[in-house]
């Protein structure tokens, strides 16, 4: 597999690069950065009624993208997460500048021990055909909160850039059929021939040379043999069932890192409450001992707010809210809940654990009408109108505002296809059809993206630094200025990246991210103009 | 009684075959190759199946399996075959005994890579010992070790003499293999956390007396255990202060601790002490009953053991032991600040006191057995004839 040989080459020429990656790590130039976002999931709901549904790992999205600088080079990043842990993930690393000469990439714990050792760097391969495209094969050896960095190499010096990259395993791959068929053959020759081996050893071992076995070492062969096949049977089972119970051990990492469900509670008929659902009080026990154990009273800020909560209302995702709950007592986040209609409602609620883990609880609820509710306020924002079209979606690249202005989707000719990375690049017109100029930061980025899958499979919440979380790459970033605080000798190197936005926002809006699987999507896209947040909104069809 | 004369004047004048050899170079690679592996999974990370080490265990299987096929055909199809006389017989198919076990190990042994492929593919690359697809692999060369083991036992039975005394020390040689094999298998039940909790002297109960008792009735030797284990010991500490003579350092990530070398095993068990004690003990009681001598040698096994590793591994867990000799100080790449390793803190097996002694109590009964078994194995050996 060509892919396979760049990656094992890129090993090889790697194993003398370390000097390389000691004095690049000294050179490190700190620099604040923002970005944020979200791998998201699903899950469940109380109101008066409660409905648990817990669906795929990390709201079927655990592919990384990331856009942003490597000092003097803009990256384009795409980390595709192996399905176990440990596993390759393969990293897909696009140049906008076509100077870069050599890209090195290294995984590392996100914060706390094991973020401060890297391991060898391994060289990323650069396409011959395209020699802004690089990739590589890498070794994720822990689920949880990881990161990888990435040193570029080129004529305008060293850059350097951390993404996060949060990792669990998803599911147990099935054993291929030729396999399954290979192994019970060996099996079966294995077992009966040992049956046999004992079987010759008893008749025949202890016998001088050219000496005939008897009637009675014949019998006692046979018993022998009798015995033998009745221990390998045995022996065959048992190690069966610790087969199932490593596969068990397994899943239960698996389950760890799916999204948790959310326990949803509904107030005095408008104040919502979010807790963690924990169904089973030994698993709490058990899983309080796991990295994956998450507790809401120790999730960390995210571009401004301890949580992001989305309100999607079903089946038609005819409206939206996004809006940020505060923290309670007792391990939970409530709000009060702003007008809404009556109806049934999907509910994702981001955060971040001390780690710089992204979780995604997810949950329905079905609320009566709540008329009078508390007015939106500051970050908080909504949206309704059309619903998303039955399969296969149309697709629409024009929003209007209320203001008469439009998002337009600036889509690539062509159809759109699951598992490529693409740009998506919104740009934001005033009511005569020109380029706003009254473009504000929304919680310090340019904007703000869900990308929502119509049976809620999939949620994303992108940023214009890609789908990692902020919070995340706060921690990253504050683990390479660590680096550079305590590096020795000239900074020759630059790393920067893009934090809150600064001076006049641009009305042209990037998001990268790719859709994890075929089907009919809803597009939110939040930016804030004039004081005002609105939000556009987009349908797309997703094909093969 | 002249066929047997026959075969030990014949054996006398021989030199050791060319099967034996190359089964012992067989599983001197796996040797190399398991300890090496180990340590490149804890210095360095396994980032491809084609390792240096893997491939040196897997010679093991391929050099085993292709010389024993051979000369189970060789014999079988040539029917003036000098091996012909003293071979077994099996689906048609005549060798050697120990041929026939190699040749299982050896497939034992092909068959655990696509299975342990799989496994890494379907649960991720593992950092662990015990697994399915690895019991497999040890299985297999367990299987290897063990048919040379015999094979050497087969042409000493009938071999007198000098020769017979150049076989005894082949044998000798090659039982270590067997020996550091069993223990290599135990070894997530040995780390110096457990070595205050009973079931670390249940497992050294499990698997110590059975060889040190099989060999010295395998050889009759009055040393036997003690040379066994002495060899044993000598090339455990190769590994120790060779291995970090190499340099290494983490490829794959993330990293807790610091690697500049390849880490090597731990310091051995100091299995020596009861070695000495069990060939002293038996020299005394060969008059007993059969189970009186095993409930004796067990008992002074698992006392003498107990009174020289407990506090070793104080000494162990001081910071006096981390230097290169004891090797302490030498922490996998992935052992986090809370790892046992970096905690210098026993670890509880038993949940109570009294679970302690129950299970010390099951230790003393299971080193008794054990050396029963241990002896009958030796004596099945001592009469090994093809």
Known sequence: ?544 | MQTRIAAQVSAATDSVPWYVWSCLLAVISSVVGGAWDISWHESIGRDSFWTTPHILIQLCGIVSGLSCGYLILSTTFQKNSPVRAHSISMWGFRGPMGAFLCAWGGVCMITSAPFDDWWHSAYGLDVKILSPPHVLLALGMTGIRFGTVVMIVSEMNRAVGEYRARLEHLLFFAFIFLFGMTIGIAQEYTFRFFMHGATFYFVAALIAPILLAAIAAATQHPWAATITTAMYTATHLAFTWILPLFPAEPKLGPVYQKITHLIPPDFPLLLIVPAIVFDLVRRRIGGWNRWAQAGALGTAFLASFIAVQWPFADFLMSPASRNWIFATGDIPYFAGPRSPWMRNVFLSTEPTVTAFWVRMGIALVAAAIMTELGARWGDWMRRVRR
């Open chain 1, 1 to 544: 597999m060509p892919r396979e040989k760049a990656y094992h080459r890129g090993r090889r020429e790697n194993r003398d690069h370390r000097e390389d990656w000691e004095r690049a790590r000294s050179f490190v130039i700190p620099s604040p950065c923002f970005m944020r976002s979200r791998i998201q999931r699903f899950g469940a709901a109380i109101l008066f009624l409660f409905l648990a549904l817990p669906l795929s790992a990390h709201v079927g999205s655990p592919d990384v993208f990331y856009e942003g600088n490597a000092g003097p080079y803009r990256l384009f990043v795409t980390v595709r997460v192996p399905q176990v842990i440990p596993g390759v993930a393969e990293i897909q690393i696009r140049s906008e500048s076509k100077d870069v000469r050599a890209i090195r990439v290294v995984p590392m714990r996100l914060a706390g021990p094991g973020s401060n050792l890297p391991p060898t760097p391994d060289l990323a391969a650069q396409s011959k055909d395209d020699p802004q495209f690089f990739i590589a094969g890498l070794w994720l050896m822990e689920s949880g909160a990881l990161q990888v960095r990435m040193l570029v190499d080129g004529p305008q010096g060293q850059g350097e850039v951390s993404v996060p990259v949060p990792t669990s395993a998803q599911r147990t791959l099935p054993m291929p059929k030729s396999l399954t068929v290979l192994l019970l053959a060996l099996m079966l020759l294995l077992a009966v021939g040992a049956v046999f081996i004992v079987g010759a050893i008893v008749r025949e071992g202890n016998l001088d040379s050219g000496e005939v076995p008897s009637d009675a070492r014949n019998l006692r062969a046979r018993r022998a043999m009798l015995v033998t096949a009745v221990l390998v049977a045995v022996l065959l089972f048992l190690g069966k069932a610790w087969w199932g119970v490593n596969a068990a051990d397994f899943q239960r990492r698996v389950d760890f890192f799916k999204p948790p469900a959310a326990a949803l509670k509904l107030v005095d008929g408008r104040r919502l409450e979010i807790r963690v659902e924990r169904p089973d009080k030994r698993a709490e026990l058990t899983d309080r001992r796991s990295p994956a154990y998450l507790r809401l009273s120790e999730v960390i800020p995210d571009h401004g707010h301890l949580m992001h909560l989305f309100l999607i209302r079903l089946p038609e995702l005819n409206a939206m809210w996004h809006l940020h709950p505060d923290s309670t007592a007792g391990e939970a986040f409530a709000l009060d809940l702003p007008d809404l209609p009556a109806g049934r409602y999907q509910v994702f609620a981001d955060v971040v654990d001390p780690r710089g883990y992204p979780w995604t609880l997810v949950g329905t609820i079905e609320l009566l009408q709540i008329v009078a509710g508390k007015p939106l306020a500051g970050d908080d924002s909504t949206w309704s109108g059309a619903p998303l079209a039955a399969a296969p979606a149309a697709d629409s690249t024009n929003s209007p505002l209320p203001d008469g202005g439009h998002i337009v989707w600036q889509r690539p000719p062509g159809d759109l296809k699951a598992g490529v990375p693409l740009e998506f690049t919104f740009a934001v017109q005033d009511k005569d059809g020109r380029p706003a100029q009254d473009m504000e930061p929304y919680m310090g980025m340019a904007g703000h993206a869900e990308f929502v899958r119509s049976d809620m499979s999939v949620f994303a919440h992108v940023h214009p630094a890609g789908s990692v979380s902020m919070a995340a790459l706060e921690l990253a970033q504050g683990g390479m200025a660590d680096a550079a605080a305590s590096a020795q000798g000239p900074m020759s190197m630059a790393m920067s990246m893009p934090m809150t936005e600064v001076g006049p926002v641009s009305p042209e809006v990037r998001f990268p991210y790719g859709f994890p699987q075929p089907g009919e999507y809803r597009l939110f896209v939040q930016i804030k103009r004039a004081g005002r947040i609105e939000t556009g909104v987009f349908d797309a069809h997703v094909s093969q």
